[in-house]
């Protein structure tokens, strides 16, 4: 018989396995000072990153309000639960069962509480490093500039038989994390070749971060 935990007990003892995780490693931001400026001119961002790099932001989020989506599958409640834990709010949805209502969601979450976007940007089942639409959508809604970020732990376990090839960094290693430079995305209806666009857009940047 499948024993059934429940997804918010779960995620307290994850939150503190998380936590004393990532104390053990150094980590070190890049290009930071393009995202201060903003902060310091009263906007807010939407940071996206891919799903497989995804464990170091969390543990590093600059001082700020954070809000964010989490799948409507059990991971994804325990996913939530634990990012909940750490101060980043979230609102639940996929890109297959009630995404528009999970963009909405994190949408409002930002305009009303004044908290930052983060997206995974090919999640939550992938096709690996190919972003989805999503992202674009949160930050044209929320009129706020996007950012790519990368994550590059120098040591790292990799879960080969995961679809996104989830890389978790070692204890006691040092992780760099990449933000790239804000940018507006388009004003015009996001569809067709216009949605397209963007979203290529977006991935170039991901990939030349490296």
Known sequence: MKLKVNPVLLSYPMSWVYRLWCLTIRFTLENVAPLEREWAQGNLLTVGCWHNELFAFPANQ?????????????????????????????????????????????????????????VTVDGPRGPRHKVKEGVIFLAQKSRTKLVPVRIFPSRSYVFEKAWDKFILPHPFSSCRIVFGEPYEVTTEKLRGEVLAAEIQKFEDKMNALG
Do not use: P, Q, Y
């Open 62 to 118: 600059m001082g700020k309000k954070w809000a964010g989506i989490a799948s409507l599958s059990e991971d994804g409640a325990i996913a939530a639960g634990l990012v909940n834990r750490v101060g980043i709010a979230t609102a639940r949805g996929s890109s297959s069962r009630g995404g528009v209502r999970a963009l909405m969601g994190a949408c409002r979450l930002m305009k009303k509480e004044h908290r930052n976007g983060f």
